[in-house]
C-alpha cells in the first residue's frame, strides 16, 4: 500500500510508518466512545468558592507568585481568522450588491463601531480614492467588504485572529495578541516578569514576530515588568495522514500522501517543552477591553490559587508515602484527598491491601494536575464537563466534546444535552512532579481518543483525524478540578459581528 516514495515523505516529517498504519487503521475501526457516569455539576465535581474561600485562594496564588516561581501563559494562536468572515465572503461573491441577510445589514449599519473602522477608512481610500462612507453612499458596498478581506486591503481573511484588531482604545486600536500581554502582566507575572507563549503556524510567524517588536516595550513600560515572548509551530510529526471514504490513503492529484494538521490536541508537544512551574492556557480569541478585565483576573488568580493549594497538598502527601512512615489512617485521609478534593474515585477500592493501596494512591497523586473553570451552560458551542469511568475502572472528571460521545444512548444524549455547565478552554495547569522534575506529557494522554470527520480536497471527498483534543484525551490522564467562574469571564470573537457585542466594545 505504501511505496518507498511514500515512505521517504513520512519519514521526512518526523513521522514512523508504525504511526501512519495506526492511523489508517483508526479511520476503519474509529474511536470508542466513553462511558458515562453523570455530568459535572455544582457538588459532583464542580467547586463554586464563596466570597470567603475565593479571597483566601487568591492570596495562596499572591504568596505562590511571591516565592519566585516560573509561570508562563500559554495562547493557542495558530488558526486563520478566516472562519470569521465566512458571512462576509460569502456576500463578496454573492450575486446581490446590497446587504440583504441580517448580518449583513447588521455589519454595515455598525460598521463605524469596529475598533478596524479607521485602518480599513485608510485602505479604501488608498485603493478606491474613496473613504467608507462615500462608497456605502454610492451602494458599492462590495469594495468595502473587499478591502476588509482581501490582500490589498487589510487582509483579514487571511490573517490569524490574533493579528485583527479587536477593542478600541484612546491611544489606538489593539489585537487580541496585546490583549493576552496585558493579561499576563495583570495576572501571571512574577519576579517583575511576564512569560507569554504563542503556538502559531509558520505562515503567520512574521506576523505575529513583527507586532511583538512594535507593541512589547508600550506594555513593559505601562506594567513595569520585562515580557519574555516566545513562539512555536505545530510539529510536522503532529499530521496526520488523509483517507479515502474506503480508509485507503488520500493522495493528491502528483500521487503525493495528503497531510492534514492533527487539531489542537497535537500542541501537548509544544506544552511539553514549555520549563514553567504553571502555565495558564486559554484561546487567542477570548479576550475583552480593560474596562471588563477585573473578572477575569479575579477567577484567572482564583483557579491558580485551588490549584497550587492543591499540589501543595498532592506534593505533602507523596513525600509522607517516601518516608514509609504511615499508617492506615494516614492512607484513609489520602484516599478522602483523592476522592473528595480531585474527584477520582475508584469503586473497588476496599477490596486493596495496603501495599496496593500505596501503588494505587501514589499513582493517583504524581501526575499533572489542572484546574479549569466552567461557565454555566448559555447555549454557547463548547466540551462539557463530565464524570467518566477511566480504562482502569476509576471514575474521574474529564473535558468532553460531543463527538466522544455515544449519541444512541438516550441516557448520555441527556446528560450531554441537560449539562449545566461547559468548558470555555480557561486552563490552570501545574507541569512538574513533586521532586521539581517536568512530567513528560504525551505520557498522559488517551491515546484511544480522538475525531474523525468528513472534509474535501479539490473537489474529491476525504476522511480527516483529529488527535485527542489538548484539553479533552491529551489530558485524560490529568488530575482534573472544575471551578464555575462567571461568564463575564467568556467572550469569544466566532463572526465578525461578535465584535458589536458590548463586552467588545
Not at 501526575?367 to 466552567?374: A, D, I, K, L
Not at 474535501?456 to 488530575?479: F, H, V
Amino acid at each position: 500500500m505504501l511505496s518507498q516514495e511514500d515512505l521517504q515523505q513520512i519519514a521526512s516529517k518526523g513521522i514512523s510508518q508504525e504511526k501512519i498504519e495506526m492511523q489508517l487503521n483508526e479511520f476503519k475501526t474509529g474511536f470508542p466512545f466513553l462511558k458515562l457516569e453523570a455530568a459535572a455539576s455544582l457538588g459532583k465535581g464542580i467547586i463554586s468558592p464563596d466570597e470567603g474561600e475565593r479571597e483566601k485562594y487568591i492570596q495562596q496564588w499572591k504568596d505562590y507568585k511571591a516565592q519566585g516561581k516560573k509561570i508562563v501563559k500559554f495562547v493557542p494562536a495558530s488558526g486563520a481568522a478566516s472562519r470569521m468572515f465566512k458571512d462576509m465572503f460569502a456576500f463578496v461573491s454573492a450575486d446581490y450588491d446590497t446587504p440583504t441577510t441580517p448580518f449583513e445589514k447588521t455589519y454595515f449599519d455598525n460598521i463605524h463601531r469596529f475598533a478596524f473602522f479607521e485602518a480599513l477608512n485608510e485602505k479604501c481610500i488608498e485603493n478606491c480614492g474613496k473613504d467608507i462612507d462615500t462608497l456605502i453612499g454610492e451602494g458599492n458596498y462590495k469594495a468595502v467588504a473587499a478591502n476588509m478581506l482581501e490582500g490589498n486591503g487589510l487582509n483579514y481573511g487571511q490573517l490569524p485572529k490574533g493579528m485583527l484588531l479587536f477593542h478600541n482604545y484612546e491611544d489606538g486600536a489593539r489585537t487580541p495578541m496585546e490583549e493576552h500581554l496585558v493579561e499576563g502582566a495583570l495576572y501571571a507575572a512574577s519576579n517583575g516578569e511576564a512569560n507569554v507563549h504563542f503556538t502559531v503556524s509558520h505562515e503567520h510567524m512574521q506576523f505575529f514576530e513583527k507586532k511583538v517588536e512594535e507593541k512589547v516595550d508600550k506594555y513593559a513600560k505601562e506594567y513595569g515588568i520585562h515580557y519574555n515572548i516566545s513562539f512555536s509551530e505545530q510539529k510536522p510529526s503532529t499530521d496526520t495522514i488523509a483517507a479515502n471514504p474506503d480508509n485507503t490513503p488520500f493522495r493528491t492529484e502528483d500521487g503525493k500522501l495528503l497531510f492534514r494538521p492533527g487539531g489542537h490536541g497535537a500542541l501537548i508537544e509544544n506544552l511539553n517543552e514549555i520549563d514553567a512551574d504553571v502555565i495558564f492556557i486559554k484561546n487567542i480569541d477570548n479576550v475583552v477591553p480593560d474596562r471588563l478585565k477585573p473578572d477575569t483576573v479575579t477567577y484567572k488568580q482564583l483557579i491558580a490559587g485551588v490549584l497550587v493549594s492543591l499540589q501543595s497538598q498532592a506534593f505533602k502527601y507523596l513525600e509522607l508515602l517516601d518516608t514509609g512512615k504511615y499508617d492506615h489512617e494516614d492512607l484513609e485521609e489520602i484516599i478522602r484527598f483523592v476522592q473528595r478534593d480531585l474527584c477520582c474515585r475508584k469503586p473497588d477500592i476496599k477490596l486493596l491491601e495496603d501495599a496496593e493501596l500505596v501503588i494505587y494512591l501514589r499513582k493517583k497523586l504524581d501526575r499533572p494536575m489542572r484546574v479549569c473553570g466552567v461557565v454555566k451552560n448559555v447555549g454557547e458551542p463548547g466540551g462539557g464537563p463530565f464524570l467518566t469511568y477511566n480504562s482502569d475502572g476509576t471514575v474521574s472528571l474529564q473535558i468532553l466534546e460531543s463527538s466522544q460521545i455515544d449519541k444512541s444512548n438516550a441516557e448520555y444524549q441527556r446528560m450531554f444535552t441537560e449539562g449545566t455547565h461547559f468548558n470555555p478552554v480557561d486552563l490552570v495547569c501545574a507541569v512538574k512532579d513533586y521532586k521539581g522534575q517536568r512530567f513528560c506529557l504525551p505520557e498522559f494522554v488517551d491515546k484511544s481518543t480522538g475525531f474523525i470527520s468528513n472534509k474535501s480536497k479539490n473537489g474529491k471527498e476525504l476522511k480527516a483525524l483529529e488527535l485527542p483534543g489538548l484539553w479533552n484525551g491529551a489530558m485524560s490522564d490529568w488530575n482534573t478540578v472544575f471551578v464555575e467562574v462567571p461568564l463575564s469571564t467568556f467572550n469569544p470573537v466566532k463572526t465578525v459581528n461578535d465584535l458589536l457585542r458590548e463586552q467588545h466594545q
